[in-house]
């Protein structure tokens, strides 16, 4: 599974996108992002602001319940300030 | 139809607005926004940052929105990203119609859509070195809520 960090999660990550291999018994978007949480102190402090963290599964916007399968390319951002 | 893009590069509005009338007769109106960058509290230039892939998906998604519910002849959006100096230009948004109306309200709808619904981050740099991300706003989250 390819995941890839944006903006201030990016920096705290330290990373711009890592593969990884989550246990089976993570199944959706909340599940792995408590997951990522234990691999390094900078996921933890990223992940500790985890209700301003967005998700993107498969470049779609998705909530915490999405599932997460296999070979999904999945993001984690903060909310969007373009335009 | 659409065009749609992300660049570093700047744009140019004249011949991106000259676009969508070239060889056609059909275009009674283009409606224009175009988002600059402003130097708040001493900043020095904005960075943007996206999500190559995904924010093509995203644009492509709400163009197609605007398509479905305005009659338009064509429209352009254009987000730069990068570092971006105070008084260049950030994004174009051109909506075209045989109409004012329906060209005005695409156009409003596309930005208020693309500020909340594309994946760009922005950061900014000050004149002192300093450096920090901006906060997405709720008016934004409101702005593009209006359109139902």
């Known amino acids: 599974m390819e ?6 999660v990016r920096q705290k990550v330290g990373v711009g996108s890592e593969r990884v291999s989550p246990p089976p018994a993570v199944t959706d978007i909340g599940g792995l992002m408590d997951w990522l949480s234990s691999r390094s102190a900078g996921h933890a402090e990223a992940f500790a602001h985890g209700k301003q963290i967005r998700a993107a599964v498969n470049q ?18 903060p909310p969007v300030t373009g335009g | 139809m ?7 590069a700047p ?52 163009v197609a929105e605007a398509e479905g519910r305005w009659p338009l002849t064509g429209c352009t959006v254009i987000h ?11 994004v174009l948004v051109l909506a075209a119609s045989r109409h004012r109306t329906a060209a005005l309200e695409a156009c409003a709808f596309l930005i208020d859509w693309l500020k909340t619904g594309a994946p760009f981050w922005k ?9 920090r991300w901006v ?3 709720a008016s934004d989250d409101a702005a593009a809520a209006k359109w139902g």
């Open chain 1, 60 to 77: 779609e916007f998705c909530t915490r319940d999405h599932p997460v399968r296999v070979g999904d390319e999945v993001a984690f951002f």
């Open chain 2, 11 to 62: 744009f140019d509005v004249a011949a991106e607005t000259a676009a969508l009338s070239a060889g056609r007769v059909d275009v009674g109106g283009i409606a224009s926004f175009l988002g600059l960058c402003r130097a708040d509290d001493g900043l020095a230039a904005l960075v943007l940052e996206h999500y190559p892939g995904m924010t093509e998906r995203a644009l492509a998604g709400i």
């Open chain 1, 3 to 8: 995941v890839l960090y944006f903006a201030w």
């Open chain 2, 135 to 137: 906060e997405a706003r």
């Open chain 2, 2 to 8: 659409a065009t749609i893009r992300v660049q570093e």
């Open chain 2, 123 to 131: 950061r900014e740099e000050f004149a002192d070195g300093q450096s």
């Open chain 2, 80 to 90: 730069r990203v990068g570092r971006i100096l105070p008084g260049e230009p950030i």
